[in-house]
């Protein structure tokens, strides 16, 4: 079947990564619009196998130019239901990736594609193999599609004619699973999708906290485990509570360890620094610890600055992904922001300190009313320095933590001095379950200090005590 097809198809093309110097075209992405929207339709409004375009093809198309592109399915059959819609959604970035000469990044409204100088040397001039190709793997790969329709758009007057209507409809599947929440089910999801590049991710869904990538929610997940028990999607028994508050069950660490082969043996759902939930690649947004403020600022894929720590997404991103638990940075999808639960075993939202204004903006509504102001955003802090003016200004809940830490410090400095043997203690490092040290601040609000000990065993002979001169 595939040599009808101007390019070879194949899970070894997964990880090809297409430059801009090797790359004929740019399909939506950061500088552009597009999306990928898959609709379950009744069986009499598919017609399988046909293809549409609207808007110029790829033979009309300059080589190093940038276009948009919105990739839509309609798909039908008996088990087919909108459950399974941003699972066979998800599937695309996959199967895009199969083909030789395609780069597929990213998920609904953020997809960016590129198209190699190679793959038109070899032959491709039109969407419609690619569309048809894709429509052939849903078919093999997902039973339950037993009809496919695409229609690819590239007139960027068309796509931003539908973009309020698709962006609804992401909304509305986000917001099924607000009033359903982990302490209701006994069944959490997992997806071992993102483990083709990064072995050891453990990836849960629960209610209350999305998938990473943001395509997956619980009733998604629930719905793929049911039609292709053999698929990625499969089901977590919960297990035990071991802590409601940081999200720690026994059944999701079970999963930790096999998924991983060992490598983790816990996950805390909503915990930012005691065994995170790991982060593998797809991540919308990335958290990380600003220890000089002793909080944690968000920064996703659309920001194109630099967070006040002086680092862009990309840098950040490149620190978190893999699949590992990295102890001060957290891979997470949009959605999570919306959760009672968020990171709530780290303080939740009045851990927050930085985000940019326009992430600021898409989850206003969900950021309790008393820090909502308190939140800087690129507008507000550039820099560390800036940053902190902000939160001491705007009385930021972080502000109080500067002030126990100071008081504990000013406490322990005391006992030391009157205490010649004692040993000084680490009381405000967080040891995470790997035995490592996140990094944390000595003292908040002085500049602070990066302390990181992984499997450390710190043997002390002798403390001396002296006075410091002025
Ligand atoms: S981020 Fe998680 S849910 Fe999304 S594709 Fe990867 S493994 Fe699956």
């Known amino acids: 079947m595939a040599e009808e097809f101007p390019f070879e198809i194949s899970p070894m093309f997964e990880g090809e990564r297409i430059r801009k110097n090797d790359m004929y075209v740019e399909l939506s992405g950061p500088k552009s619009i597009g999306y990928e929207l898959v609709r379950a339709k009744p069986m009499d409004e598919v017609e399988d196998g046909k293809f549409t375009l609207i808007g110029p093809d790829l033979s009309e198309m300059e080589e190093g130019s940038r276009y948009p592109l919105a990739m839509i399915y309609k798909i039908a059959g008996e088990l ?3 459950d399974l819609e941003s699972i066979v959604e998800r599937r695309n970035h996959d199967f895009q990736n199969y083909l030789q000469g395609l780069m597929h990044l990213n998920q609904r409204y953020d997809v960016w594609v590129r198209v190699s100088k190679d793959a038109i040397d070899k032959g491709l001039t039109s969407f419609e193999p690619v569309a048809k190709a894709i429509m052939m793997l849903f078919k093999n790969e997902l039973p339950f599609i037993e009809k496919v329709e695409a229609i690819y758009v ?17 909304r509305d599947r986000d917001d099924r699973t607000r ?36 395509a997956i929610n619980w009733f998604d997940g629930r719905a793929a485990a049911k039609v292709d028990p053999e698929g990625p999607q499969f089901p977590i028994p919960k297990g035990d509570v071991i802590d409601e508050e940081s999200g720690e069950y026994t059944g999701v660490n079970d999963i930790a360890k096999s998924l991983s082969n060992g490598e983790y043996d816990r996950i805390k759902l909503h915990s930012f620094f005691e065994s995170p939930h790991t982060s593998c690649g797809c991540f919308e947004v990335v958290g990380f610890y600003i220890p000089e403020v002793d909080g944690i600022g968000w920064v996703d894929r659309d ?51 930085w985000m ?14 008393d820090v909502a102001d308190k939140i800087a955003t690129e507008d507000d802090a550039a820099d560390l320095d800036s940053l902190k003016e902000f939160l001491d200004k705007k009385e930021h809940p972080i502000v109080e933590r500067w002030e126990d830490e100071e008081e504990e410090l000013e406490a322990e400095e005391t006992s030391t001095q009157t205490t010649p043997a004692a040993a000084p203690t680490m009381m405000q490092m967080p040891v995470t379950a790997t035995g490592a040290m996140p990094m944390m601040p000595i003292s908040g609000n002085s500049g602070g200090v990066k302390v990181i000990l992984k499997n450390a065993k710190i043997t002390i002979d002798k403390v001396i005590v002296s006075k410091k001169n002025e």
């Open 80 to 82: 087919v239901e909108e």
């Open 154 to 170: 590239t007139d960027q007057a068309e796509i931003k004619k539908e973009m309020d209507n698709v962006k609804q409809i992401y």
């Open 179 to 214: 009033n359903l929440h982990d302490e209701d089910v006994d069944t959490f999801y997992g997806c071992s999708l993102c483990q083709s590049f990064a072995p050891s991710n453990v990836c849960v869904i629960t209610p209350d906290r999305i998938s990473l990538c943001g």
């Open 303 to 353: 920001f194109t600055g630099t967070a006040p720590n002086g680092l862009p997404f990309s840098t950040m991103a490149g620190q978190t992904g893999g699949g590992k638990q990295v102890v001060g940075f957290l891979g997470v999808g949009i959605n999570y922001f919306r959760s009672p639960k968020f990171i709530q075993s780290d303080g939740g939202w009045s851990r927050v300190v």
């Open 356 to 369: 940019p204004k326009h992430l600021k903006d898409r989850v206003m509504d969900d950021i309790p009313d």
